[in-house]
T-cell receptor, first 114, second 115 residues
């Protein structure tokens, strides 16, 4: 089983649509969770952190369910510029010491069309 | 800030040749990570350093791969000898280690093609 698992997609949606991505992680001791975005032929960049209570940043909403070891990302009112690969990312370092080691999912490809 | 700087951007070499990838992290960052990305395997962590000390190299595929960080502003990833299956995009990333919500900054990557 992969440590961080995502539906690879691709998701093809029209502008204005709402789309949701899901992710599961294997290590129940994981402490920190993130969504990164990667444009074609570019480096990954942090989109948002995911907090236990859920959090929102404009059109983007992230949720965490620790009991089910599940993370989600919801994008409302999709824009053409949202087309990218979305990476689910987990810090699985246990205990009190963290060096910022992040484990990445395979990514979910999103294409928003006119 | 210039961000994480990697060189070269592209490298094409023949099987058996030595390849050296370079990385300059963001000034003030104390953690540095080398990742490899392929279509099949996604982003894989190869090795990471904290305060210039290698912490975990369990992701390094085999002895042909080695990495060094002689000082806080420079790191290298070396492949010797290179093989076609090493073809991938190699990313260097850095962060300032401060708890568990530190942001990871990536360089633009080195596209390596081994013929």
């Amino acid at each position: 089983r992969k440590e961080v698992e995502q539906d690879p997609g691709p998701f093809n949606v029209p502008e204005g649509a709402t789309v949701a991505f899901n992710c599961t992680y294997s290590n129940s001791a994981s402490q920190s969770f993130f969504w990164y975005r990667q444009d074609c032929r570019k480096e990954p960049k942090l989109l948002m952190s995911v907090y236990s209570s859920g959090n929102e940043d404009g059109r983007f909403t992230a949720q965490l369910n620790r009991a089910s070891q599940y993370i989600s990302l919801l994008i409302r009112d999709s824009k053409l510029s949202d087309s990218a690969t979305y990476l689910c990312v987990v810090n699985m370092e246990a205990g009190g010491t963290s060096y910022g080691k992040l484990t990445f999912g395979q990514g979910t490809i999103l294409t928003v069309h006119p | 800030d210039a961000g994480v700087i990697q060189s070269p951007r592209h490298e094409v070499t023949e099987m058996g040749q030595e390849v050296t990838l370079r990385c300059k992290p963001i000034s003030g960052h104390n953690s540095l990570f080398w990742y490899r990305q392929t279509m099949m395997r996604g982003l894989e962590l190869l090795i990471y350093f904290n305060n210039n000390v290698p912490i975990d190299d369990s992701g390094m595929p085999e002895d042909r791969f080695s990495a060094k960080m002689p000082n806080a502003s420079f790191s290298t990833l070396k492949i010797q000898p290179s093989e076609p299956r090493d073809s991938a995009v190699y990313f260097c990333a850095s962060s300032f280690h401060r708890g568990r919500n530190e942001k990871l900054f990536f360089g633009s990557g080195t596209q390596l093609s081994v013929l």
